[in-house]
């Protein structure tokens, strides 16, 4: 609707540009044919026409300047309290006298307008009226010394304001008698009429194509806000977003269907693939277990406590692989909880087991949220940096609408060309699969999902006083 709004006006202005120019250009028009009919009119008188018929020619000149003039706005045959038939003084004078003088009454200082000198030569040549120069100018009608001399003559019916009108001044030199001749008429206002019904039609065009145009797009694009909020929720709760209703033109609600019935198919494999979860977790702890109870009969004691080990690390990383198989799918309903708390309440965990983690701040700062997995992201951050930093510290805080809970540690940090992958599966600092110095490198990558299932994100960042600074940013 904005590149319409600009196109639309940018057409109009062209527009309204054409019609001033061709307004303009009708006006000097007309003022060169008022003044010109004035000189033929003169020109018939002056060369031997019996009265009568310089009469004649004098008034056909009049009607066609009356004709001319009224054409463009200006100066009417009646003034304004004129009875009918009558003319005032100062019409009088703008229509029918011809100044004659030796000198020409244009200063050498006045402005001259070629272009009205260049049609009135044109004109006149065409007319077969020979000139030995002609000058055009404007003036101010109180600043005319034969207007101002023939109005003071005429008081009566002059009226107020002919003084301050502004006049056109031409004058032509006679190649005969060498002598001048002066033709004042005035000019008329400018008409504002056309740039008013431009404004006019070009709003009446926008309140007609907008309107319709906000109900037609309103139409296209209401389906669209609404798809796009369906996909925002699919992604986060797949299992909770209600189906989309199919509505708006054709092609919309062709869109719709597809990603309804892709909807359903994703849905259809998350469902899959937790029922195999389920069973791949039954099918293999259950061994586990069985196998875990069979050790015990092995005489050796270092052999039985190294598989018991091993057992224990192939059902934390099965466990590990499940809770991320199935973040978003699980865990319950969010709720209303005290970050301050749940952050307290992992500290100290930790501290119930001996581990170094101290919490520095932690103020009420209050979000939905599903608090078991926002748990298990929390441990599995301050495990890390005991784990390869010696010790935690744990800070809530607000930033920029969300809540950050960070967890900085004293240890080596990560090369910041490694921080990327270390949000990757499967990936851990350092390369050995050795349980004592690091997990199945599934903590970070668990905890990301964690962050992006509340909408938020996970950061790491190397601190400039040494260790790895992680944070969790959850909206508030």
């Known amino acids: ?14 527009s309204a ?15 060169v044919n008022a003044i010109g009919f004035r000189f033929i009119a003169e020109d018939a008188r002056l060369n031997g026409l019996d009265p009568r018929a310089g009469r004649s020619a004098e008034r056909r000149a009049e009607r066609r300047i009356a004709r001319e003039m009224d054409a463009i706005g200006g100066m009417p045959l009646r003034e304004g309290g004129s009875p009918p038939g009558s003319r005032p003084p100062f019409a009088r004078l703008m229509r029918a006298n011809i ?22 030569v044109d004109l006149l040549t065409q007319e077969g009226i020979a000139t030995d120069g002609i000058v055009v100018t404007h003036r101010i009608a109180g600043d005319d010394p034969f207007v101002r001399t ?16 502004r006049i056109l001044v031409a004058s032509v030199e006679q190649p005969e008698t ?8 005035p000019e008329p206002r400018r008409q504002i009429e056309a740039p008013l019904v431009i404004a006019f039609q070009t709003l009446v065009i926008f309140i007609v194509l907008f309107a319709l145009l906000y109900f037609v797009l309103r139409r296209i694009t209401r389906p669209l806000a609404q798809l796009t909020e369906r996909m925002t929720g699919f992604s986060g709760q797949p299992d909770s977003a209600p189906i989309l209703a199919e509505s708006g033109p054709a092609d919309a609600r062709k869109l719709i269907a597809a990603h309804n019935a892709m909807e359903s198919r994703i849905a259809a494999l998350l469902d899959e693939k937790d029922v195999m979860l389920g069973a791949i977790g039954h099918d293999l702890k259950t061994p586990l277990a069985a196998l875990r109870v069979r050790i015990e009969s092995v005489p050796d004691d270092t052999q039985r406590e190294r598989m018991a080990a091993s057992i224990e ?15 978003g799918r699980s865990g319950g309903a969010r709720e209303a909880i005290d970050l301050g708390a749940l952050a307290n309440g992992v500290v100290e965990e930790f501290e119930d087991l001996g581990e170094p983690v101290t919490i520095l701040h932690s103020p009420r700062l209050v979000a939905s949220v599903q608090e078991t997995w926002l748990k298990r992201a929390m441990r599995n951050l301050v495990s890390n940096a005991v784990r390869y930093g010696g010790s935690a510290q744990v800070t809530v805080a607000q930033i920029d ?20 992958d270390m949000l990757e599966p499967f990936t851990r600092g350092e390369a050995s699969r050795n349980r004592a110095t690091g997990g199945a490198g599934l903590g970070l990558t668990l905890a990301r999902a964690i962050a992006e299932q509340h909408g938020g994100t996970l950061v790491l960042e190397n601190r400039s006083e040494g260790g790895l600074r992680s944070e969790l940013r959850i909206p508030l």
Not at 150 to 165: H, L, P
Not at 178 to 185: A, E
Request: aromatic share 4%; charged share 25%.
């Open 178 to 185: 060498g002598q001048w001749l002066t033709v004042r008429l």
């Open 313 to 327: 690390d192939i059902t934390q990383t099965l466990d590990d692989i499940l809770s991320l198989a199935r973040v």
């Open 99 to 120: 100044q004659r003088s030796a000198q020409i009454p244009i200063g050498a200082n006045e402005p001259r307008l070629a272009r009205f000198e260049n049609a009135l």
């Open 17 to 31: 540009v054409l019609l001033y120019r061709a307004s303009e250009q009708r006006r000097d028009a007309a003022l």
């Open 401 to 420: 609408g969300a809540a950050v809970l960070r967890v900085d540690d004293n240890g080596p940090g990560i090369p910041e060309d490694r921080i990327a």
């Open 150 to 165: 023939f109005m003071e003559q005429r008081r009566r019916g002059a009226g107020a304001n002919w003084s301050r009108r």
């Open 1 to 14: 609707m904005l590149v319409l709004a600009v196109g639309l006006l940018v057409a109009q202005t062209i």
